[in-house]
């Protein structure tokens, strides 16, 4: 399910004709008996430095949350009729965390997108993307590749209520 909010600030610096405003992705991925992975394509704030190279963490924080900076690809499809949307996801291997947290995994893994202003990122979200599964995944010593697939809402069974004379009598004023 998609939520698309764009604030004012983000229409006013799309119309201006120069600004100082970026955008940042935001990626976390879950799943059974895994810590939450939070990376960005984003390098903003340093968190601190690595213990052995001696080199900045870098990332961006979101409220309490720390997104990590990974270099990563988001492929948006095409859209076809009649089919699920599919988006490819390529994430360098820089961590090596990952790659085992694929490996051992029963089900898919969620992934959430969420697009932020960098200004703000603590503010409500540009765009949400939620409920997205891995659904193949591929990997090798510098790239870790995978399909994330997400049901379209459209095709989903409206279970909740269910439209009967006796409960809806309204709906079928005038029917015998």
Request: aromatic residues 10%; contains cysteine.
């Amino acid at each position: 399910m998609a939520l698309v909010i764009t604030s004012d600030e983000l229409r006013r610096a799309a119309a201006a004709e120069q600004t100082d405003e970026a955008l940042a992705m935001l990626l976390t991925v879950s799943g059974d008996g895994m810590d939450t992975l939070r990376v960005t394509d984003c390098n903003k704030d340093t968190f601190g430095y690595d213990a052995n190279t001696g080199t900045p963490v870098e990332g961006l924080l979101v409220g309490k949350e720390r997104f990590y900076c990974y270099p990563f690809k988001w492929v948006l499809p095409d859209q076809k009729a009649g089919e699920n949307s599919t988006v490819s996801i390529t994430i360098d291997n820089v961590d090596r965390d990952l790659v085992p947290a694929i490996r051992n995994q029963r089900k898919a893994l969620n992934f959430e997108c969420t697009v932020v202003r960098v200004s703000a990122p603590a503010a409500a979200p540009e765009f949400a993307l939620h409920d997205i599964k891995l659904v193949k995944a591929g990997y090798d010593v510098f790239t870790i590749r995978g399909t994330l697939a997400m049901d379209s809402y459209l095709n989903r069974v409206f279970t909740h209520e269910k439209f009967y004379p006796n409960r809806w009598y309204g709906l079928f004023k005038g029917i015998s």
